[in-house]
């Protein structure tokens, strides 16, 4: 998980960190992008919606309402990324929550194998007892090697992704702005 998901994440937040920084040079908004940066994923989803209302929109006077139906259109996009992104990180946060009780349980099976050992021998001879102490302690050890590693992987993805979160709404906001400046652009001809 953490090599996969790793990965991708890194690979989506070089991609939203070029869109965002070509999207806040551009003068205007991108009729049909030819940059790669614009033209693939979540950058070129929210040109498209953001061009999508604008011709629905067309002949609209209210510029507020198209801003806002535009806003609207990129706070999907941008929720429907977000719930992508965080996808199979679930799994790290049960095996964190999971793996130490798993490990409890397996501690008291091997603690009850001694007791077990100890009744049969009627000795608490350390040669009886040391096998369920092992067992217990490598279920413990098992349980923690497991879920200490998941909880740091969790935690590192959680900080991962409210970075990206960040990321998309610098992108979302380019585009809102672009959208503006466009429409304010269209009203300045219109009366000049």
Do not use: C
């Amino acid at each position: 998980v953490l090599l996969a998901k790793g990965w991708e994440l890194q690979r989506q937040a070089r991609a939203l960190r070029a869109a965002r920084t070509r999207l806040l040079s551009a003068p205007q908004l991108p009729a049909d992008p030819q940059d790669a940066t614009l033209g693939q994923g979540t950058a070129a989803a929210m040109l498209l919606a953001a061009r999508t209302e604008l011709q629905l929109s067309a002949g609209l006077a209210d510029r507020a309402g198209i801003k806002e139906r535009v806003a609207s259109r990129l706070d999907r996009i941008e929720l429907d990324t977000a719930r992508m992104q965080r996808r199979g990180i679930g799994v790290l946060a049960s095996i964190g929550a999971v793996a130490p009780f798993v490990g409890l349980f397996g501690t008291v099976w091997g603690i009850m194998n001694s007791f077990i050992g100890i009744a049969h021998s009627n000795t608490t001879n350390l040669a009886v007892v040391a096998p369920g102490i092992a067992e217990a302690l490598l279920a413990t050890a098992l349980g923690l090697v497991a879920a200490i590693p998941a909880v740091l992987v969790y935690n590192h993805f959680s900080r991962v992704l409210a970075g990206l979160r960040g990321l998309l709404g610098d992108l979302s906001a380019g585009v809102q702005q672009l959208v503006s400046r466009d429409l304010d652009r269209a009203a300045q001809r219109g009366i000049g």
